[in-house]
C-alpha cells in the first residue's frame, strides 16, 4: 500500500476529538468557562486593539484637572488634564504581555527540569530538586525587589525574566510527578521496546499526555505573573515611562488620589481591569481544567 493509500485510508479525527476541539467543546459546554474567556478575550482586544483605535493625541490641559465623566471625556480627566479612558486603553498592554512572557518561561522551565527529573531519576533528579528545594525557601516577592532594586531602569522582558524565574519552581514537583507516573505506563514502555530515543519517548508520547494539565498551569501562572507585575509597580519599583495599569494604581495611592471623589474613576478603573482579567482567568481556567482533564471530562 502506497503512501498516498495510508494516508486516504487513515480516518480523520473529528474536531471534538483533537486538542483544541476538546477546548472549544469545554468551553462552550461551561457556562462560567465561556463567559471567563469571552472576558479575557474582550480585555486583551482593549488593550493591544485598543491603543490603535482610541485617538492617541492626549495633550496636557490644565484647564480639564480632574473634570467629570462626560460624552468628551468618558472617564473624565486626571491630575494632568489628560484623559483618563485614553490612558486606560494605553496602560493595559504591558502587563498582560509580560505577565504572559513570564508565565511562559516559567512554565517551560518547570517543564524542562521536570521531565529530566521524572524521566531520568537519579544524579539528575536530586540535583533538580536540591535546586527547587532552594527556590522555593527563597521569598519570592523579597527576591523579585532585590532583584529590580539592583538595577536602575529594567526593561520589560527583564520584569518578565525576574518574576518568571522566580514562580517555575512550584509547578516543577507537580511536572516531575506526573512524568515519573506516565513513564511507567504500557505505551511508553512499548516505546522503549522499539528504541524511539529518549526524546521522542518524552515529547512524542509522555508530554502530549500531560498538555491539559500544562495548558491550565500556565492560565494560573499568567494570573499570578501579573500580580506580582502589577506589584512591583504599586510599590514603585519600576520605570515609570511607560503606561501601565499598575503605574496608575501607584500614583492613586502615593498622590492620595483616593481622598478626590472626582478622582475615582482613575483610581478605580485599572484596579477593575485587573479584577475582571483575573476572573475571567480563573473561570477560563476551570472550563478549561473540565475539558482537558479526562476524569472530569466524563462527568
Do not use: C
Request: hydrophobic share 55%; aromatic share 12%.
Amino acid at each position: 500500500m502506497s503512501t498516498v493509500d495510508a494516508a486516504i485510508l487513515k480516518p480523520r479525527k473529528q474536531f471534538g476529538e483533537t486538542f483544541f476541539g476538546r477546548v472549544w467543546t469545554g468551553l462552550t459546554r461551561s457556562p462560567a468557562g465561556f463567559a471567563g474567556t469571552v472576558l479575557v478575550l474582550g480585555i486583551v482586544l482593549f488593550s493591544f486593539v485598543g491603543p490603535l483605535v482610541v485617538n492617541q493625541d492626549n495633550p496636557t490641559d490644565t484647564t480639564q484637572i480632574w473634570t467629570e465623566p462626560s460624552s468628551a471625556h468618558w472617564l473624565g480627566t486626571q491630575y494632568e488634564g489628560k484623559d483618563t479612558f485614553t490612558i486606560l486603553v494605553n496602560s493595559g498592554a504591558e502587563p498582560i504581555w509580560v505577565g504572559t512572557l513570564a508565565a511562559l518561561m516559567a512554565v517551560f522551565v518547570a517543564v524542562v527540569f521536570g521531565s529530566a527529573a521524572g524521566y531520568f531519576r537519579g544524579k539528575i533528579d536530586a540535583v533538580l530538586l536540591q535546586l527547587t528545594d532552594v527556590t522555593v525557601t527563597i521569598p519570592q516577592f523579597l527576591l523579585m525587589l532585590a532583584v529590580v532594586a539592583f538595577f536602575d531602569d529594567i526593561p520589560a522582558w527583564g520584569i518578565a525574566f525576574v518574576v518568571g524565574s522566580t514562580m517555575w519552581a512550584f509547578l516543577f514537583r507537580s511536572i516531575r510527578a506526573q512524568v515519573m507516573s506516565l513513564k511507567e505506563r504500557e505505551f511508553v514502555e512499548a516505546a522503549r521496546l522499539q528504541d524511539l530515543g529518549t526524546a521522542r519517548i518524552v515529547f512524542r508520547e509522555i508530554l502530549p499526555n500531560m498538555a491539559g494539565f500544562i495548558f491550565v498551569n500556565f492560565v494560573i501562572a499568567v494570573n499570578q505573573a501579573i500580580y506580582a507585575i502589577v506589584g512591583l509597580y504599586v510599590l514603585g519599583l519600576m520605570p515609570s515611562g511607560t503606561p501601565n495599569w499598575g503605574l496608575m494604581i501607584h500614583q492613586s495611592w502615593s498622590q492620595n488620589f483616593y481622598l478626590n471623589p472626582v478622582a475615582m474613576p482613575f483610581v478605580l478603573a485599572p484596579l477593575l481591569m485587573i479584577v475582571l482579567f483575573t476572573i475571567g482567568l480563573v473561570t477560563m481556567g476551570r472550563g478549561l481544567d473540565q475539558a482537558l482533564n479526562p476524569r472530569l471530562r466524563e462527568r
